[in-house]
C-alpha cells in the first residue's frame, strides 16, 4: 500500500468528501522559517495588536498551579459572570471552544442532508464548511456591496431551510447592516428557521457607530426563540490563543446544543482569563481606540497609493488590489509582513489586512511602498 495514494478514500462519509478546510492566516514562525526574516507583522487573523489585558496575565499566572485538574464543564463561573454583564440569565448562555466550535454545533443539531444552511456571499468562511460537516445543502446568497443582502436571504427560505448564518459586521468584508433592516429581516423569518447572528466584532462595530444604530444581538434573542447570538472573546478581549466564545439563545435550544459539545471543550485557564478579562474594561476601551486609529492610519495611507477599501466596521480593512493582489502578497511576506489572501472567498483582485497597532501598521504601510 503506497503512502500517499487515496487507499481509504472509500471509507470515508460522505460528507467529508466536499469538506473545504478552513485556512488560517500563516503563523509568524512559519514566516521566519520560510523567508528568514528576523522581524514579522502579522496581520493575517483578526487578532488584538494590544495583546491581552496584564490582569488576564496575572491571573493565569495564580491559577498554574491547577494543570492537574479537569475544567468545570459547566463554566459555572463564568456563565455567572457573563450573565450579570449581559444582563442576561446563565441558562441563556453557552460556552464554546471560541465561537467556532459553537457555530459548528448549531450545524449539527439542526441540519443534515437535504437540508439547506444560508449565508451570504463573502460570508465567514465556517459557515459553508458546517454546512458540508453535515451533508447538508450551503446556499450561498449573492452579496450586494460585498454585504449581506437580508431581503434576498430572507427570499432563499424554503421548506428545507433550516438554518441562516449571517455575521454582522461581517468577516472577510467588515461590512454592516443596522437595526432597521435588521428588525425587518428578523420579523419575516418563519419561526422554524433558525437565525445565528455572528458577533464576533461586536466591541467594534458598536464602537464605529455611536448613533446606536447597530443592532446588539442581545436586544432580541429573548423575543425571537429562534435567534442565536455568537460572541468571542478571541477579538476585542485579546483571547485569541485561548479559544472561548459563548452562544446566547433560548434554554431549549442551548440544552441541544449541549449535548453535542465535548464536557471539557472550555478549559480552565480560558474561563478564568475570560472573567478576567470582563473585568479589564480599560484593555477593551484602549484595544477600540488603537483599532479606529489604525483604521484611519490604514485607510488613509492605501486610499492615498489609489487603491480602493471596503468601508470596514470590525478590526481589519479590505483592499482591491487588482489583479496584482497574490503578488503584492507574496512580496510582503519577504518584507516580514502577513497578511491575509481573499481568493478562496471569490475575492482574488482583494487583500485582508487586521488593524495592527501603530508599529505594525507603518511596517505595513511602508512595505507596501516598497514593492509597489
Ligand atoms: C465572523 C467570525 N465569526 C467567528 C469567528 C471565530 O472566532 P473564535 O472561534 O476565535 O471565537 C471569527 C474568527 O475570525 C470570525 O471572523
Known amino acids: 500500500m ?9 471509507l470515508v462519509q460522505p460528507a467529508v468528501h466536499q469538506v473545504r478546510p478552513y485556512q488560517p492566516g500563516k503563523p509568524i514562525d512559519e514566516l ?38 479537569y475544567p468545570d464543564s459547566a463554566g459555572h463561573n463564568l456563565r455567572e459572570r457573563l450573565a ?9 448562555i453557552t460556552l464554546g471552544n471560541g465561537s467556532n466550535e459553537l457555530l459548528e454545533l448549531i450545524a449539527r443539531v ?25 451533508g447538508a445543502t450551503a446556499v450561498e446568497v449573492p452579496a450586494v456591496d ?8 430572507l427570499a432563499a427560505i424554503t421548506p428545507r431551510t433550516k438554518l441562516i448564518y449571517i455575521a454582522n459586521p461581517n468577516n472577510p468584508t467588515g461590512t454592516l447592516f443596522r437595526k432597521a433592516q435588521w428588525e ?11 437565525v445565528v447572528l455572528d458577533e464576533a466584532y461586536l466591541e467594534y462595530a458598536e464602537h464605529a457607530c455611536p448613533d446606536g444604530s447597530y443592532p446588539n444581538g442581545v436586544d432580541y434573542f429573548r423575543d425571537y426563540p429562534n435567534l442565536l447570538v455568537s460572541r468571542t472573546f478571541s477579538k476585542a478581549y485579546g483571547l485569541a490563543s485561548l479559544r472561548v466564545g459563548y452562544l446566547l439563545g433560548c434554554e431549549e435550544i442551548l440544552g441541544y446544543i449541549n449535548r453535542l459539545r ?25 484595544s477600540l481606540r488603537t483599532n479606529q ?3 484611519v492610519q490604514l485607510k488613509a495611507a492605501v486610499e492615498a497609493k489609489g487603491f480602493k477599501v471596503i468601508p470596514s466596521f470590525a478590526n481589519f480593512l479590505t483592499i482591491e488590489f487588482g489583479e496584482q493582489a497574490l503578488e503584492i502578497y507574496d512580496k510582503l511576506l519577504r518584507e516580514g509582513v502577513i497578511v491575509r489572501p481573499l481568493a478562496n472567498y471569490g475575492l482574488a483582485n482583494f487583500l485582508r489586512v487586521s488593524i495592527g497597532n501603530n508599529h505594525e501598521n507603518s511596517h505595513f504601510i511602508g512595505a507596501l511602498s516598497k514593492v509597489l
Open 146 to 153: 460585498y454585504g449581506h443582502d437580508l431581503p434576498a436571504m
Open 293 to 295: 486609529q489604525g483604521m
Open 84 to 92: 450579570s454583564f449581559l444582563q442576561v440569565e446563565m441558562g441563556q
Open 2 to 10: 503506497s503512502e500517499s495514494s487515496e487507499n481509504f478514500l472509500h
Open 32 to 69: 521566519k522559517r520560510q523567508y528568514k526574516v528576523s522581524y514579522v507583522s502579522k496581520m493575517a487573523s483578526n487578532e488584538n495588536p494590544l495583546g491581552s489585558s496584564l490582569k488576564v496575565a496575572t491571573a493565569l499566572f495564580n491559577f498554574s498551579n491547577q494543570m492537574a485538574r
Open 184 to 194: 425587518s429581516f428578523l420579523a419575516q423569518v418563519p419561526e422554524n428557521v433558525i
Open 262 to 286: 465535548q464536557p471539557f471543550s472550555v478549559n480552565a485557564y480560558a474561563q478564568v482569563a475570560a472573567i478576567t478579562a470582563l473585568s479589564d474594561p480599560q484593555f477593551v476601551a484602549k
Open 110 to 134: 439542526f441540519a443534515g442532508p437535504g437540508d439547506e444552511i444560508i449565508y451570504s456571499q463573502y460570508g465567514f468562511a465556517v459557515y459553508p464548511i458546517s454546512a458540508q460537516l453535515v
